[in-house]
């Protein structure tokens, strides 16, 4: 029984992550490619997808939560921890928004690339997982960041509240899951209503498609491990001698389980080490390379320059780091954080977006004027182009 149980929550997060790697592939799902169409030509429609996602998701916990369908209270990782760790947040997105920028794509696209047959993504998988297992595995995060990144923190216990979840903090202390449910929904239908506003985003059904797929899987992911049948997991592993590890409640990030899927490798397949987030992982390049072979669109593809190796390696070594400093990514954070109207999941969104924009801009110019600027150039140009910067800093003509 016990075992069933396990084997339940498990095939449900896989067969999810199925339709989402599936979906993914089809509809070319991808936060990058949304901030690269944004800041280099002014298209939001993919950037659209991505938010329809996070209304999507954002408001289908809100109703589980308020018809007490599930509580998420405690998760993995804690989103709606009392302790806000802002610089660790910043950081960590900024990272992997530049991160992703330089490896071609977040986490999920990664994924997604490798059911594709693209090589270049396998190799990002393996150094970035190998990043993340260290960030969470060995003691480099504690020696290299914990001391400096942890300085800057709020504790949400000194102004009486007991979580950072925005519907507690917009309706007082002591306002219950399903009163901030509330807030949740009218933040989902505001996101919807812009959403839907662009008469061009409502007729690419694939983009809304690729959107509403994305959000419900995540609710999915929420429904599995915190309903019935998750709790039932959670109250079998806590008697067994040597319960599995990642049980808890959850929905799909990517960063983390990445470095949980090589030692899951490593260890010759343990079942103890089987966790919902190996599932997902295994899942989306499934469902991707499920895909590619029925649209006879798999194809191999790797490196083409020395420059472009070096390229994706810095950009799965900041995804590791960055992901595990932000707790989540472009998915874990933007989407399954965003979902349980956690203050940190906002704060490393705006991150995310603000590191890849930067570096979109930067790669931008330095291509541009090849030979005459450099890297510095480069970056205060970009910082000028989005407003961060006083344009006479620049030293670069806008382009």
């Known amino acids: 029984m016990e075992e069933e149980i396990s084997q339940q929550v498990l095939l449900f ?44 998701a954002i408001l289908g916990v809100s ?86 990144v942890s300085a800057l923190s709020i504790k949400f216990s000194d102004f009486g509240y007991s979580t950072q979840s925005l519907g507690e903090l917009l309706l007082g202390s002591g306002a219950s899951p399903e009163e901030s449910g509330v807030i949740g929904v009218v933040i989902a239908i505001f996101i919807g209503i812009w959403v839907f506003y662009s008469v061009e985003f409502r007729e690419q059904l694939s983009l809304v498609l690729g959107g509403f797929v994305f959000g419900a899987a995540i609710v999915g992911g929420w429904y599995v491990t915190s309903g019935p049948i998750g709790k039932a997991w959670q109250e079998t592993a806590e008697w067994m001698d040597q319960p599995p590890i990642g049980v808890g409640d959850q929905s799909y990030t990517f960063i983390n389980p990445m470095g949980e899927t090589l030692v899951y490798f490593q260890s010759g397949f343990n079942e103890l080490l089987l966790s919902f987030g190996v599932c997902s992982v295994a899942g989306v390049i499934f469902g991707s390379f499920m895909y590619s072979i029925f649209s006879r669109s798999f194809h191999l593809e790797w490196f083409p320059s020395v420059k472009d190796f070096f390229n994706h390696l810095i950009g799965a070594i900041l995804m590791g780091i960055g992901g595990v400093l932000a707790m989540g990514c472009t998915i874990g954070q933007a989407v399954t954080g965003s979902s349980t109207l956690s203050i940190g999941s906002f704060i490393v969104f705006f991150s995310i977006l603000l590191g890849s924009a930067v570096s979109i801009k930067t790669r931008y110019y330095l291509l541009y004027y090849e030979g005459e600027a450099n890297l510095l150039k480069a970056i205060i140009a970009a910082l000028a182009d989005i407003r961060l910067m006083p344009k006479s800093f620049r030293r670069l003509d806008q382009i």
Not at 16 to 30: D, K, L, P
Not at 120 to 144: D, N, Q
């Open 13 to 56: 997060g896989f067969i999810f992550a199925v339709i989402m790697g599936f979906v993914g592939n089809r509809t070319q799902f991808c936060t990058m490619g949304a901030v690269s169409d944004w800041v280099n030509i002014g298209e939001k429609n993919r950037l659209r997808a991505w938010l329809l996602s996070i209304a999507v």
């Open 63 to 148: 109703l589980l939560e308020i018809f007490q369908f599930i509580s998420i209270e405690t998760s993995r990782p804690p989103y709606r921890v009392g302790s806000l760790p802002l610089l660790r947040f910043i950081l960590g997105g900024v990272m992997f928004g530049v991160g992703m920028t330089l490896a071609s794509g977040c986490g999920n696209k990664t994924l997604i690339r490798i059911g594709g047959g693209n090589i270049k993504s396998i190799f990002v998988f393996l150094v970035c997982g190998a990043f993340a297992y260290l960030m969470t595995k060995t003691v480099f995060y504690e020696y290299v960041f914990h001391s400096w």
